[in-house]
Each structure stands twice: as structure tokens, then as C-alpha cells.
């Protein structure tokens, strides 16, 4: 007999038939009288990660929206990641209030708009934010850009797939990333190391349950659990280091503190560091010529 219970699935089942972490997002767009709109949202999730010339969001919202009707008008958005600061959250809840217009929900916004670095005409960003991802709208994908805006009673079929007017209600849009702005002590953590310390305090987002509240928690400290490796994976290691270039050798010291790559991720790490060390005039990649090859993997992020 199984320890679980069989939910039934409803609309909005990752919150009203589920528990599911989310993150709180501020997106900023463009009005039709130029000022920048602020929509709070939860459904909004990396969708290019890597592989392609790009790297893209997924965001989900009602197509009536402020915020659906300025991207199919502008196509730029700006997602302000904000930390966990209730009064924050109180006011994101207070800005996902449907039906207000730009004026009135900005009016006394407590968030603070400055300028973003990416060209061109872009809604503003929220200076309160730990980071944000400035964003542009890819319309070309299933011929999006044939979706207009104007229609605030619900859009009649056909209906895009995963782009753009996707049913009566809804959309979903695949943002491409212009730039990550982050704050600076989180920029340093990225680049200069992680520590439990250098994380931001980042909310999760339960989403509107019971019919009265956006529920909310608040950040705790993250830990670490170490990547145990495994007998023989210096040899993996070595293995796979042999067949990257005949001009470039690795020593048994620098294979083995490489045990920790994953297997699935090994290959294309080798390959960076080989063509580091083929730029710098290395042939023979051991534990001090590793570092020099770190250390510029770590500029090149900057």
C-alpha cells in the first residue's frame, strides 16, 4: 500500500494540487506611455541553458495582463530577482494585483527604477534587486510575432504550442537573456569563489493558497555536500584527457584534481582547458599550469 495520497489534478495545480518552490520575480516592461510597469510572477524558469547562441527565460502569465500586453507590444522585459525582505514581498503581492493600470500600481511603488546597462529602448530595473536578467522577447519562434496586443477579454484559437498566445487566457514567453546584472557581493561569490556566506537571500514562493494568501518563506543558509569521488576516477579522468589533442598532455597530479567534474560535463571541460593551454604555449598541463588555466577560466567569466 503506498504512504501517499492520490491529490486530484486542478487548474493551477502548483498550488492548488501541489507544493512547488518558485522563485519571486519582479518583471519590468514597457507601457504604452513609456513608464516602466512592474508585475510580480512566480512562473518563470530558465529554458536555454546551453547548447545554442542564446540563453533564454520561460515566462508564463494571463495574457490580459500589463505585463503580457507591453511584451507583445515591445518585446523587452527586465526580471528583478528580490530578496526576502517582507515588506518586499507585500509589495510584490500589492504590484500581481490584477486590473490596476501602470499609473495607478506605480504610483507609490516602493521600489526604487534606475537605468539597466543593456542598448536600447528598455523598461527600467529595480535597484533593490540582488540581480537582474534584462531580456528581449524571441518572436520568431512559431511566428509569435503574428500575436498582437489589444485583446483584454481573451484571444481566440489558434493558439500558439509554447510561444507566445497559448490559450484563451494565457501565454508564455521565451525571453532571451541581453545581460545579468547582479550586485556586487553576489558578483564576487560567482566569480571569486562560493561560500555559504556570499549567497543572497532568496524567497520561495508557494503561490496564492486558501483563497486569501501568497505564501511565502524566507531564506535560510545553504550547505554543501561534497562530490564524493571514486576510486579509479583519475584514471577516467586521464582516459578521457588522452583523447582530447595528441599536442597537449596532462600529468597523473593534474587528472587527479579533476576527479570532481562530473562524467557528463568531463569531455567539454578538458576540452576549454586544452584550448587555454594551447593559447598560452602549454604542452603539458600539470597542477601549477592547471592553475594558470583556472585562473583565466575565471577572467573569461568576468
Partial sequence: MSSFKDLRIVDNFYQTSSFFPMPTVLVGTIAENGKTNLGSYSLCFPYYIAGKDRYAMLLECRNSSNTAQNILRSKKA?????????????????????????????????????????????????????????????????????????????????????NGITSKFGAHFILNIDKILIKPRYYDTIINGVKASGFPPVPVDYGYRDSTNFWCSRFKKPFPEKIQAKEGDAMSVRYAAERIDPDVKFTDGACAKLTKIPRVFLKAALQQMVDIAKEEGITLIDEAALTVINDKRRKEKK
Fill in 78 to 162: 527586465s526580471l528583478n530577482f528580490i530578496t526576502d525582505d517582507r515588506k518586499y514581498f507585500r509589495e510584490a503581492v500589492r504590484l500581481g494585483f490584477p486590473g490596476d493600470t501602470t499609473d495607478e500600481k506605480m504610483k507609490d511603488c516602493l521600489f526604487t527604477l534606475e537605468d539597466g546597462i543593456a542598448s536600447g529602448e528598455r523598461p527600467k530595473v529595480v535597484a533593490e534587486a540582488f540581480q537582474v536578467f534584462e531580456c528581449t522577447w524571441n518572436d520568431t519562434l512559431e511566428d509569435a510575432y503574428l500575436d498582437k496586443p489589444g485583446c483584454l477579454e481573451g484571444y481566440e484559437p489558434p493558439y500558439r504550442n509554447f
